[in-house]
């Protein structure tokens, strides 16, 4: 049972243009909604986060729209650079549980 | 640099070996987890540490696996008698037990079980 499905699988964009990856969750209990971006030999690395008090986050170009009453959350790239080509990963959990549960990943490419 | 380190950063072994992976998390973090990934997956959860106590572990571990935070500081995670199938990246990371919740991963070690 995958508790947190992610879309698309890949994702293709020009410069400039706006990067969206979805992410669904089926556990009512997760609090705590993280994205991770990965280069390829890396760790994934902290982006952006969101609890579910609230419905939109935004830190520079990365946004993190929620809703949770169904239970969805998507990641919103503005002004996608070259640079921002990687694997995002959206990942959930329960703070008293600590770990966290990931998606798939969506690997994005920017074009120049 | 004070990130979370992992030794080795790549491991190549025989079937039926043993291997040891360590961890070495930010140093006021008091969680430690382990997660493994195989390509085109996210990271799968292992097992995880708050302080020096093992608080949860995983289906996927099986008996071959076993992870240790002896001073709960430092952590290792040991595979016995090695699989084709543990062919992953073992990533380590930490966090601070408060309402943040936030996990700083490693690098991780990318394990080759020929």
């Known amino acids: 049972q995958q508790q947190v499905k992610q879309s698309p699988q890949s994702l293709i964009v020009q410069k400039g243009g706006i990067s969206i990856i979805n992410c669904a969750y089926e556990n009512t209990a997760f609090d705590y909604f993280p994205w991770y971006q990965q280069f390829p030999g890396k760790g994934p690395a902290l982006l952006i986060a969101i609890r579910p008090d609230v419905s939109e986050k935004k830190e520079g170009r990365f946004t993190i729209s929620f809703n949770k009453s169904a239970k969805q959350f998507s990641l919103h790239i503005m002004d996608s650079q070259p640079g921002d080509s990687a694997t995002y990963f959206c990942a959930a959990s329960n703070t008293n549980a600590g770990k966290s549960t990931f998606g798939d990943g969506t690997t994005l490419t920017v074009k120049p | 640099d004070t990130g979370v380190s992992q030794n080795p950063r790549h491991k190549i072994t025989k079937r039926g070996q043993n291997v040891t992976f360590r961890c070495d998390p930010i140093?006021?973090?008091?969680?430690l987890y382990w997660y493994r990934q195989t390509l085109g997956q996210g990271p799968e959860f292992l097992t995880y540490f708050q302080n020096e106590a093992q608080l949860e572990k995983s289906r996927l571990l099986s008996d071959r696996f076993s992870a240790e935070r002896p001073k709960g500081s430092f952590s290792t995670l040991e595979i016995q008698r090695t699989e084709q199938g543990d062919s992953a990246m073992y990533l380590c990371a930490s966090s601070f037990s408060d309402t943040r919740e936030t996990q700083y991963f490693g690098p991780g070690t990318r394990l080759l079980v020929l």
């Open positions: 140093s006021e973090h008091n969680r």
